[in-house]
Structures are given as C-alpha cells and as structure tokens.
C-alpha cells in the first residue's frame, strides 16, 4: 500500500515520505475505502510545521476524501450497510470529522463539531492521501453522481467550512459581504452565496493580483488589497487568512452591528499584538462582532453537498498525482493557489 505520511515536522519542501503500510483492517462499525481522490488543504501545512500537532507520527494526511466502498471481512453486515444507506462499491465522501463522542451535550444539541471527543481525519486518525483508508460507517457521505471524484474532493472540506462561515456571517439577501483572501474554500463561498443571496454583493480582498482577477472573474462586485476599501460598508466579512491584520482591516469595514466570521484553523502567533493595537471607537464599538468557525457538522457537510449539486457549484481545481503530494504543499505555501488543489490516487 502506498501512501503519503508525515515522520516528522521539518519545515522543508518535501516533508512527506512514500511507505507501504498493511491494508487498513476496519474494526466493526467501520468501512474500508479504495481512496480515488483527496483535497489538499491549508490545514496540512500546519499539521506539517508544527501549528496543528497530530497526536502521533507518523500519521496520513488527508481529510477531503473521496473513495469506494470495498467488501472486507470487517465490513459492516448487509443489514448494518442498508440501515446506514451504505452499499459495497459506493463512491462516499469523508470530511474532516472523523468521529464525536454523540453523548456529550454538543452532540445532543448538533453541534458535534464542539464535541470534546472531536477527532479529525488525516490528525487523529489517518487519511486520505493513500490507497486505502478505514473510517467510521455514520462519518461517510455519499457523493452526488453530478460531480467527478476531483470536482466532490474540495467540496468536502473548503466547501462545507466556507458553507458554515456563511451561515455564522447572519448574512441576508440584498447584503453586502467581504472574502478576506481567496483560496479553496472563499471561492466556494463566492459562488454559494451568489446563488442563495442573488441579490447581495460580493467585496473580495486579497494580497494576490491574480486572486483579485479570478474573483472579479467569478462574479465578485469588487476585488482589491487587504487594505483598501470597497464602494460601500460590509455587512459581514468572512477572514480565510492565517494573520490577525485581516481580522483588523476587517473590523473597520464591517457596519454597527455587523460580524467577522474567521474561518481558519490558527493565526500567526507573531502578528497577535495587532489585537492589543485595535482602536475601540472605529473597530470593535457599536456592537461589532468577532465569530470563530470550528470544525464542521455532519450535517454542514451533507446540506452543503446536497445544495452544491443542486446549483451547480463546482470547485476550480489543479490535479497532481499522489507522488506530487509535496509538490502541491510547497505551491501552496508559496501562494500559488487557484481554487483549489486535488491529489488522484
């Protein structure tokens, strides 16, 4: 079995190793998958320099899966697969939650994505830049056949994070609503929200000439730097950069009672004393609001699918082969992103 593993956490541009490892045995309760397509994500570059440890190395990266299911002896029974809508040889889709414990006050409310137990996939458990890979039965999502293996694969986890940080920006139709950068999952957002809200306008601030015109390409209102100002105060403004000084730029364009949504999973440690500068009257006064997203829902990921087949939404992607993992990690690293990057198996 081949796959990608992290061994350590260098910060080098090829800190992922080839290895063949068993085929992943499920345990009961688990299904076996033949991986045929998985996103590359920011989050990765954490996990890889240090910022987001997995509890154990090495550990497969990995959490935008998309495989098939395989018939193995530890596979779920035939009753257990139709209870669960599951069938040997159907194409699913695997995020970044891996597991919740379903017994805490957070599951029991729906918000499994705040659980204490919360495991992620390609952290805690191993992922999806390999062969194969195991994964809990009831954390599997069945790919809409509109969608190609590398079209679902961003879908997953950029989409269905960007689907939240949406629905936390309280936006409303005929509203005005800021991207803070333009990677993976704000593409996504763009086309989402011109689809439910057709009437709101789309402001996009980026440090990148090129994200700025695919933005504007995409149907954006308005594209410009991360500190310039568009035509008009922002309703809501959903940050996807890993700095503090977006969250600031966007406090001064947000209105009274408007909120930042920060969808990303850490900010720069050597920039937070930008906080303590915030001038009060201008940036956090009148009932601004400031709105951290953390992790996703089961359910985030399945409505999202759902109404991403339903209008049409597709990723604007780049396809690498599985032994080019390291390549795609370091262009992302560079800013060399447009839309989002697929590694086929």
């Given amino acids: 079995m081949l796959l990608r593993e992290i061994t350590q956490l260098p910060q080098n541009p090829t800190p992922l190793t080839f290895s063949e ?15 045929t397509a998985c996103g590359v994500c920011h ?20 959490h935008q899966v998309v495989g098939t299911i395989l018939e193995s002896d ?21 995020a970044w939650i891996a597991s919740a414990c379903g017994e805490c006050d957070f599951c029991k409310s729906g918000q499994e994505n705040l659980c204490p137990q919360f495991k992620a996939t390609g952290r805690d458990v191993d992922g999806g830049y390999a062969e194969y890979m195991k994964v809990r039965a009831d954390f599997v999502h069945p790919i809409p056949d509109s969608f190609s293996d590398s079209e679902a694969a961003p879908l997953l986890c950029a989409g269905a994070i960007g689907y ?10 005929g509203q005005s609503l800021g991207l803070m950068g333009f990677g993976g999952s704000n593409h996504l957002v763009l086309k989402l929200a011109k689809h ?20 504007l390409s995409l149907g954006a209102a308005w ?40 969808n990303a999973i850490r900010k720069e440690e050597s920039d937070k ?28 990921v399945r409505e999202f699918l759902q109404l991403a087949a339903e209008a049409n ?33």
């Fill in 164 to 173: 939240r940080s949406l629905r936390l920006s309280n936006l409303q139709d």
């Fill in 196 to 215: 439910k809200f057709p009437n709101a306008k789309i402001f996009v601030f980026s440090r990148s000439a090129k994200e700025r015109e695919f933005a």
């Fill in 43 to 62: 989050t990765e570059l954490d996990e890889i320099e240090g910022r987001t440890l997995p509890p154990r190395l090495p550990v497969v990266l990995g």
């Fill in 273 to 300: 004393s930008i906080l303590s500068q915030l001038d009060y009257p201008s940036q956090l006064w009148m009932e601004k609001e400031i709105k951290s997203v953390a992790n996703v829902t089961r359910a985030d």
């Fill in 21 to 35: 490892i068993p085929e992943p045995t499920p345990a009961a309760g688990e299904v076996l998958l033949r991986v």
């Fill in 74 to 94: 530890s596979l779920l029974s035939k009753t257990q697969r139709q209870a669960a809508g599951l069938q040997s040889g159907q194409r699913v889709g695997v």
């Fill in 313 to 345: 939404i597709k990723p604007e992607f780049q396809e690498y082969e599985l032994k080019d993992a390291n390549q795609a990690l370091l262009e992302m690293k560079q800013g060399k992103i447009h839309g989002s990057k697929v590694l086929r198996i």
């Fill in 223 to 262: 594209a410009g730097g991360i500190d310039q100002s568009p035509p008009e105060v922002l309703d809501s403004v959903i940050d996807t950069t890993p700095v503090w000084g977006t969250v600031s730029e966007a406090l001064k364009r947000v209105r009274p009672g408007g909120r930042v949504v920060i």
